[in-house]
C-alpha cells in the first residue's frame, strides 16, 4: 500500500474509532448552543490533528448533512488534483475569412470554453487582442459559441425565488461578468443619480430617480424596479436620501442575452466597427484559432471559489472538470468523476454532490468525510493552495466581518436557509493545527455562529 494511502487508511480507522458515538461536547459549546436554542442533535462537529490521529473531539460526525457553501471545498479540492494548480480555461478566437485594410471580411467567433472569470476587464482585454491582430472592422457578425457545456435550461427563481440575486447565476460555456450589472445610486439636488456598468448594447437604465424621505433600511423595495422589459427598465419609486450612495447588485433578467449584448457594447466601446450582429452559433471545425485567449490559473480561481464563495465560479469549475476529462461538460459527467476520485483518493462511499456549489438542497456530506479530505489535503504538496484559498477569520472573504479569534483560522463558510457551518484549519499552540468541521442543519442553524466562535477558541487550546 502507497504511503499516502497507508495514512489515510489510519486517518480513517482512527476517525471512525473516535466517532463510533455522540462525545461530551466543551461546556463553552454546550452553552452556546443552548443559549442560541438549537439542540445537540442539530449539529455535526469534529476536530482532529491536520496530520491525522484520533480526533479530539467527534460529534455526531458520521450523519450526512447538508454542506451548503462547505461542497466548494470538495470541488476545488478534486480540480487542483486533477487538473492541476497551474491549469487554465482557454478561450478560443476564430476569423472566419480574410483579413484586409482592418477589416475581417467574415465572422469572428469566440467559442466559449467554461473560463469562470471572463470579467469584463477581461473581455475588454480579449477583443483589444482582436483589433491588435489588425481587426478594426467585422464585415459579417460576432459568433458566440456556448456549446461546450450541455446543461439544461434552468429558472434562477427555482431555488429560493430571488432571480436577481448573483448567487442563483447558472453556469455558460460562455459565461462573461457572472451575467451581473452593478447599480450606483448617488444622490443628488432632489435626485439620485444611476449608474450602470458594465455598458449592455440595446439596454436602457434610468439616469436618474426621485428622492425620499425616511430610515434607510431595505431601500431596494421602496425603487420599485420594473425588469418586465430587460431593455428597457424602470424604476416607479424612490432612493431614500438618508442612505447616501449605494450600491445594488444584481443578475441580469435576461440572462442568456447578456453575453451578446456585453460584446457588442464592448467592442464598440473600444471604437470597433460591426456591419452585421451578434449572435450565437458553432465554431468553424478543422480551423486553427487565430488566438487562444488564456484564464488566470486555477489556484488563482479557487481563492475567488472559496474567499467568496462564488457559487457560479464553483459550478464552471465543477463543470470543467468532465469537459477537459471526458471531452463535454455535462453535470452527470463531473458527478461521476468526483464519485470515481473520491473513492480512489480516500476510499469508501463518496459524499453526494449536486451541481459542486452547494446552491442545492441535495448535497451531503458527513463531518468525518470533510475532515478525511482536509486532513489529505494537510499532507498533500497541494496544501498551500487549498488552504490560502480559504477565508482567515476576521481578515478577509465572507469571514472579514467577524471580530473573534482574529486571523485563528481558514474556515471555508457555508450557508443556506436551515445550513450554517464551516469547515477548514484552526491554528493551535506550538505550529499545531488542526481540522475543525462544524455544520448545523435546522431551522435556527444562523443560531450555532456563537458555537462556531467557542469551538474554535477551544480548538486553538489542544496542545
Known amino acids: 500500500m502507497p504511503l499516502r494511502r497507508f495514512r489515510i487508511a489510519c486517518c480513517l480507522l482512527a476517525l471512525a474509532a473516535a466517532s463510533a458515538g455522540a462525545q461530551r461536547l466543551p461546556p463553552e459549546v454546550e452553552a452556546a448552543l443552548a443559549e442560541a436554542g438549537l439542540p445537540r442533535e442539530a449539529v455535526t462537529l469534529l476536530v482532529a490533528p491536520a496530520e491525522g490521529g484520533t480526533p479530539r473531539l467527534a460529534h455526531r460526525a458520521d450523519v450526512p448533512v447538508n454542506p451548503a457553501s462547505i461542497t466548494k471545498l470538495t470541488t476545488t479540492y478534486a480540480a487542483l488534483e486533477l487538473l492541476g494548480p497551474t491549469f487554465s480555461w482557454s478561450t478560443p478566437v476564430y476569423f472566419d475569412g480574410p483579413v484586409r485594410d482592418g477589416v475581417l471580411y467574415g465572422n469572428l467567433v469566440i467559442k466559449g470554453q467554461g473560463d469562470p472569470k471572463l470579467v469584463i476587464e477581461r473581455l475588454w482585454l480579449l477583443l483589444r487582442r482582436v483589433q491588435a491582430a489588425g481587426v478594426r472592422s467585422i464585415a459579417g457578425d460576432i459568433v458566440l459559441d456556448r456549446s461546450a457545456f450541455a446543461v439544461p435550461a434552468r429558472d434562477p427563481a427555482a431555488f429560493d425565488g430571488e432571480p436577481l440575486r448573483p448567487y442563483n447565476v447558472g453556469p455558460d460555456a460562455l459565461l462573461v461578468n457572472f451575467k451581473t450589472v452593478t447599480l450606483t445610486f448617488t444622490p443628488e439636488a432632489g435626485t439620485a443619480r444611476v449608474r450602470a456598468e458594465p455598458a449592455l448594447a440595446d439596454v436602457q437604465w434610468p439616469a436618474t430617480v426621485p428622492l425620499a424621505g425616511g430610515e434607510c433600511g431595505d431601500w431596494i423595495t421602496p425603487l420599485q424596479a420594473d425588469f418586465r422589459n430587460p431593455a428597457q427598465v424602470r424604476f416607479g419609486g424612490a432612493f431614500r436620501a438618508s442612505c447616501g450612495e449605494r450600491v445594488w447588485q444584481l443578475a441580469f433578467p435576461d440572462a442568456g442575452g447578456y453575453a451578446a449584448r456585453a460584446v457588442a457594447a464592448t467592442w464598440r466601446d473600444i471604437g ?116 490560502a484559498s480559504l477565508p482567515a477569520l476576521g481578515l478577509d472573504g465572507t469571514l472579514r466581518r467577524q471580530r473573534q479569534n482574529v486571523g485563528l483560522a481558514h474556515l471555508k463558510t457555508g450557508s443556506l436557509n436551515e445550513v450554517t457551518g464551516v469547515a477548514g484549519y484552526v491554528h493551535g499552540p506550538g505550529g499545531r493545527r488542526y481540522v475543525l468541521v462544524a455544520i448545523a442543519n435546522h431551522r435556527k442553524a444562523g443560531a450555532v455562529r456563537p458555537a462556531i466562535q467557542a469551538l474554535v477558541e477551544w480548538a486553538a487550546r489542544q496542545p
Open 272 to 387: 470597433g466597427q460591426l456591419r452585421g450582429g451578434v449572435r450565437e452559433g458553432l465554431a468553424p471545425a478543422g480551423v486553427a484559432p487565430a488566438f487562444e485567449f488564456a484564464s488566470p490559473p486555477l489556484a488563482e480561481v479557487v481563492r475567488d471559489i472559496n474567499k467568496f464563495s462564488n457559487n457560479v465560479m464553483a459550478q464552471q469549475l465543477f463543470l470543467t472538470l468532465s469537459l477537459q476529462l471526458r471531452g463535454s461538460g455535462t453535470l452527470e459527467g463531473s458527478r461521476e468523476l468526483l464519485r470515481t476520485w473520491w473513492r480512489d483518493r480516500f476510499g469508501g462511499e463518496p459524499p453526494v454532490t449536486d451541481n459542486g456549489s452547494g446552491l442545492s438542497r441535495t448535497e451531503s456530506i458527513s463531518a468525518r468525510q470533510l475532515a478525511q479530505m482536509l486532513q489529505g489535503a494537510w499532507a498533500s504538496p497541494l496544501m498551500p493552495d487549498l488552504v
